[in-house]
């Protein structure tokens, strides 16, 4: 049974399309780090954790209306318990270099605009969870 070329033309347009749409811009787009569910035991993971959280929920969000700022916020306060932890953990192991809450504020908040602008320019996946 031969295939009609048109059908043939747009089903390869909209396979190609949907692939677009799941992929994003794979050169702008990084890989949130997955979840791994272990307990956090030292204040290195600890800040592994916060920084997957704000490159989680800055993709997730990053769809919304509103500037960028706005949203990078948004993220901020869905990763306020692991931006806190972090120095209180550094703090606790005697590092006094990264216990900084100063540091870690301005790390997240510049982090959190970063990944906002990263998800809407590459049109990136929502993370796998």
Same mark, same amino acid.
């Given at each position: %049974?031969?295939?009609?070329?048109?059908?043939? @033309?747009?089903i @390869? %347009?909209y396979? /190609? @399309?949907?692939?677009c749409?799941?992929r /994003?811009?794979?050169?702008?787009?990084?890989t949130?780090?997955? $979840?791994? /569910? =272990?307990?956090i035991?030292?204040?290195t993971e600890?800040a592994?954790?916060?920084?997957?959280? #704000?490159?989680?929920? +800055? #993709?997730r969000? &990053?769809?919304?209306?509103?500037?960028?700022?706005? #949203?990078? !916020? +948004?993220?901020?306060a869905g990763?306020?318990?692991? #931006?806190? @932890?972090?120095?209180?953990?550094?703090r606790?192991? =005697?590092? !006094?270099?990264? &216990?900084?809450? +100063?540091?870690?504020?301005?790390?997240?908040? =510049? $982090? &959190?605009l970063?990944?906002?602008?990263? +998800?809407r320019? /590459?049109?990136c996946?929502?993370?796998?969870e």
């Open positions: %049974m031969p295939h009609h070329p048109v059908k043939v @033309l747009l @390869l %347009m396979v /190609g @399309l949907t692939a749409q799941q /994003g811009k794979s050169d702008i787009c990084s949130a780090p997955p $979840l791994t /569910g =272990k307990p035991a030292t204040a600890q592994q954790a916060m920084e997957a959280c #704000i490159h989680r929920w +800055a #993709i969000l &990053a769809r919304a209306p509103g500037p960028n700022r706005e #949203i990078a !916020d +948004a993220v901020l990763c306020a318990e692991p #931006i806190t @932890l972090t120095p209180h953990m550094y606790q192991e =005697k590092n !006094d270099d990264l &216990a900084d809450e +100063a540091y870690w504020t301005s790390r997240a908040t =510049k $982090l &959190a970063f990944h906002v602008v990263q +998800a320019a /590459g049109d996946p929502l993370p796998n």
